[in-house]
């Protein structure tokens, strides 16, 4: 089974394109981060299997000429894991293989707990369950929470592949859901959070610098005594690395015992092109418990 791996990437026709290999197949999307000069030439961009066009969300794939179009689904490797990718009609692929730089540092955390029973982990905002399935590998009890029916199945087929049977599925609204706990009175060992910048669920729209700060409060608030992990991450351009460092100490410092979490790290998330050049996709800000060195 091949993996992934990030191609190329640069301006094509004055727009941002990353070129990536999805297992056995290569795809072509756009990508504003993407600047500078691609390096391989456009024989390679026209070897694509598909590409996507026009922006994320709001355009379509073209499938390259006599290939017709391609399985709904496919299994690639990625992490040491088995996940299932696709053409989705919003131009994502069904993973964001950055992610697993953090799911090591989550891991490493999660054994830092003093616990012998396994660690309960609140995932919002789960999609197709990367972080739920590297977790629940690793002994955790995760519950995955997305408002969106075919993420949730989509994580669940993810899961099978990779033996794991371990996960509580919930397709609900996230603040709908930490409100829910709230009153249930349930309490969590870590959390994490990767909202959108816009979405719709069942309780309405999902605004990111509206809402993020009162859902990442109460999600905070369901946290145990002496937490492992709070992780923080965005991809919209509209928060900086900077500003989830101070969202996310704001939130804890509303415990006056900052449940005994490490210092905050906050940086951009990337990924790493054949040729050794860096794309930026995102940024985060998280804290571990004591004893967990910072990690890439």
């Not at 040491?80 to 293989?97: D, E, I, M, N, V």
């Not at 830092?112 to 197709?128: D, H, I, K, S």
């Not at 990767?194 to 509206?210: F, H, I, M, T, V």
């Amino acid at each position: 089974m091949r993996s992934y791996s990030l191609l190329d990437f640069g301006l094509i026709g004055g727009s941002g394109r990353r070129l990536e290999q999805w297992g056995a197949h290569r795809l072509s999307r756009p990508d504003a981060r993407a600047t500078g000069t691609p390096t391989l030439d456009s024989t390679n961009w026209q070897a694509a299997d598909a590409a996507f066009d026009g922006r994320v969300g709001g355009g379509r794939w073209q499938f390259a000429a006599g290939h017709g179009a391609l399985p709904d689904r496919w299994e690639i490797a990625h992490a040491g894991l088995t996940f299932l990718a696709g053409c989705a009609p919003s131009g994502h692929t069904g993973l964001f293989p950055e992610q697993a730089a953090h799911w090591g540092w989550m891991t490493d955390a999660l054994a830092a707990l003093p616990r012998p029973e396994p660690a309960l982990v609140l995932n919002l905002f789960a999609y197709t369950g990367g972080a739920s399935i590297a977790l629940a590998v690793a002994g955790a009890r995760v519950t995955h929470v997305d408002s969106s029916r075919p993420a949730v199945g989509w994580a669940r087929d993810n899961a099978a592949r990779n033996g794991v049977s371990t996960v509580r599925w919930i397709q609900e609204d996230a603040r709908r859901f930490v409100d829910r706990e709230h009153r249930r009175g349930t309490r969590y060992d870590a959390l994490l959070l990767d909202p959108p910048a816009y979405g719709r669920g069942p309780a309405g729209d999902w605004q990111l610098d509206r809402d993020l700060d009162g859902l990442l409060e109460a999600a905070v608030g369901l946290l145990a005594p002496a937490p492992a992990f709070v992780l923080l991450n965005a991809y919209t351009g509209s928060r900086d690395a900077g500003d989830l460092e101070r969202l996310l100490s704001w939130a804890l410092d509303a415990r006056p015992d900052r449940f005994g979490l490490g210092p905050i790290e906050a940086e951009a998330l990337s990924l790493t092109a054949e040729d050794s050049r860096t794309l930026p996709t995102g940024v985060y800000a998280r804290a571990a418990c004591a004893g967990v060195a910072p990690r890439g």
